[in-house]
């Protein structure tokens, strides 16, 4: 019986987080920013392999020296430096016998990708590996993409199944979270998770992954079609009658300079 994959957050510089996947001795890795925790982590084992989601430098930083050392493959985008194997919307491969699917999240960065991992059988919920395009709480900054680009890119991930485990590359959710109840105040479900998020971080923990239904109830990117965020989008320059990609937009300018 093939045992369960686990999934471990590695901490890097001082937000990052690279994602470490584990089954029976094979080990694979998600945006190494940093070769040196994740040699730290994997204590002596050999790396199977890397994935990557983005170019910025905090995810790919350390992909050299880790392939200099375990001569693995490596997983990606095509315009990135050192990519073995390419890949674009809509591929599918194996990876330590669960299906991962490839979906192009423009926005962050033109060439961003989100890997969906799916166990077989259907027992598990899926794992999304979302780099920095959805956050907990929150969304990435529009550093090359425009706001029509990133909004269709969370429209996509929203609607994946409500039980998705979300793993972003970043411990920014308390931030996020204070945006977020000044976008929707009056959002209890988000209330409350502002509580569980300042108890985890109390205790040094971290809060992800989440979940696509804890996002599409509490994150306001996710939140532009309700009537209450949009309100306050009004408030912050959007025009009467926005659409949700108007709103959407002018949130993540407010967020901006929050």
């Not at 730290?40 to 050299?64: F, K, N, Q």
């Amino acid at each position: 019986m093939i045992k369960m994959l686990t999934i471990s957050p590695i901490p890097a510089f001082s937000d990052n987080y690279i994602w470490h996947l584990e089954r029976e001795g094979e080990h694979w890795v998600v945006d190494p920013g940093d070769a040196a925790p994740v040699l730290e982590a994997l204590r002596g084992a050999p790396l199977a392999g890397i994935l990557i989601t983005h170019h910025h430098l905090d995810h790919i930083g350390g992909v050299a020296e880790l392939v200099k050392q375990h001569q693995c493959p490596v997983y990606g985008p095509a315009s990135i430096e050192g990519v073995t194997h390419p890949l674009q919307d809509g591929d599918e491969f194996l990876l330590m016998g669960a299906a991962v699917k490839v979906l192009a999240v423009p926005g962050h960065t033109l060439d961003h990708l989100a890997l969906l991992l799916e166990e077989p059988g259907g027992e598990h919920s899926p794992h999304l590996f979302c780099g920095d395009t959805l956050f907990a709480g929150g969304c990435g900054r529009l550093f090359e993409g425009t706001p029509k680009q990133m909004y269709g890119s969370l429209s996509k991930l929203s609607e994946l199944p409500p039980e998705t485990q979300v793993y972003c590359a970043h411990e920014y959710t308390r931030a996020n979270l204070r945006f977020a109840a000044e976008a929707e105040p009056g959002n209890a479900v988000l209330q409350n998770r502002v509580n569980q998020v300042d108890s985890l971080r109390a205790e040094g923990k971290p809060t992800v992954p989440s979940t696509i239904g804890e996002e599409l109830a509490t994150n306001p990117f996710l939140r532009c079609h309700i009537p209450a965020v949009a309100r306050r989008a009004a408030d912050h320059g959007a025009a009467e009658n926005s659409d949700e990609v108007e709103v959407f937009a002018t949130l993540r300018q407010w967020k901006d300079n929050f």
